[in-house]
């Protein structure tokens, strides 16, 4: 599919595409290779949230509260 024919699809086509592509994304993830600056933001990221000084945000709470504040 060329650019332009994915530019005359409905949004709702659009989205179906991106969610097959990031369902067929997800099934290869473990074979990527991830860069060692990107690892070392996880880890520290991780350590906070374990020690308690940050916290996890569910995604469905944040994406729905976008432009509200």
Not at 33 to 50: F, G, N, W, Y
Request: hydrophobic share 45%.
């Amino acid at each position: 599919m060329s650019l332009a024919e994915l530019t005359m699809l409905s949004l709702k086509e659009k989205l179906q595409i991106m969610e097959a592509i990031w369902l067929d994304l997800r099934q290869h993830v473990e074979t990527l290779d991830i860069p060692s600056d990107h690892l070392r933001i996880l880890e520290e990221r991780s350590a906070r949230v374990a020690e308690g000084s940050s916290i996890l945000l569910d995604w469905d709470e944040v994406k729905h509260s976008i432009g509200k504040a």
